[in-house]
């Protein structure tokens, strides 16, 4: 399917491996020109080299505010201008109320909170101006249901959507499309980390790859979704059991 997206320019963070670079990967395959980010530049300039010749690597942490922005503003200026935005970062450590400072709340609410809104402020503001645009932001299955010992994540990531479905409203008669993806099981170096993943809840049997979950950000962005905002839609092979 031609996704109308070609000639596009895109950034996508946090994309040396994972989620991030399955989305950078379909995008590129879309005909759009793709800069990513990562902590790594030796790792982030590999994973460009994957993508084809004109991506672009950029060493950059978006665990701060000002690391999130500088990497916008740098795809920018290598781009010409951002049409896509795919905000993505790692995931905070995993506690409980108990084990967990107010301090940690902090941290992984610029990680996975204030990021997503540097990162927006950064790239939205050209996409209003030129009449289009498409932010897909990648949280998790946990804003519908909190997973026990993430409770970093759970709390962060909500704020997030909250945040993402309030732009969705004000940008979108301006072209500007806004929603967030939420994977559930993934194969990829995180999840493989944590060992051989439990399938027995998954209704498709097996757990995403990160090309699955790149085909859906792909299509968020395309021509053809341009009626579909203000989302928060799960990615997870049907796991996530309630009707909304
Ligand atoms: P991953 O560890 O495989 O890849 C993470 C990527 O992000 C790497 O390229 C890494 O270099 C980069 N990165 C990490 N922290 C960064 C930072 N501060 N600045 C810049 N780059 C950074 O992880 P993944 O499985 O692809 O997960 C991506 C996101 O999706 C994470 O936030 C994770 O918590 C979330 N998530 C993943 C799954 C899953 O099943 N894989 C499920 C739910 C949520």
């Given at each position: ?136 932001a990648?949280t ?21 959507t909250?945040?993402l ?14 929603n967030s993806l939420q ?49 928060a ?12």
């Amino acid at each position: 399917m031609d996704l109308g997206i070609a000639g596009r320019r895109a950034a996508v963070a946090a994309a040396s491996r994972g989620l991030g670079f399955g989305a950078a990967t379909a995008l590129a395959a879309a005909g759009v020109r793709v800069a990513i980010c990562a902590r790594d530049r030796e790792r982030v300039e590999a994973a460009a080299r994957l993508l084809g010749d004109d991506a672009v690597p950029i060493a950059a942490d978006v665990g701060s505010v000002g690391g999130a922005r500088g990497f916008v503003e740098q795809a920018q200026a290598a781009l010409g201008g951002i049409d896509i935005l795919v905000t993505n970062a790692g995931g905070p450590p995993p506690g409980t109320f108990g084990t967990l400072d107010v301090e940690d709340y902090l941290a992984a609410i610029e990680l996975n909170c204030l990021s997503v809104i540097a990162m927006c402020d950064a790239a939205v503001p050209g996409m209003r101006a030129q009449g289009w645009g498409r932010v897909v932001a990648i949280t998790s299955i946990a804003v519908r249901q909190p997973i026990p010992y993430l409770i970093l994540s759970n709390t962060a990531r909500a704020g997030a959507t909250g945040f993402l479905k309030t732009l969705a409203g004000e940008v979108a008669a301006d072209g500007v499309t806004v929603n967030s993806l939420q994977p559930g099981l993934h194969d990829t170096d995180r999840v493989r980390a944590l060992g051989e993943p439990d399938t027995s809840a998954i209704p498709a049997g097996t757990i995403g790859s990160a090309a699955d979950f790149g085909a859906v950000v792909a299509f968020l962005c395309s021509e053809h979704a341009r009626y579909l905002t203000g989302t928060a839609i799960p990615v997870d092979g049907g796991a996530y059991g309630g009707l909304l």
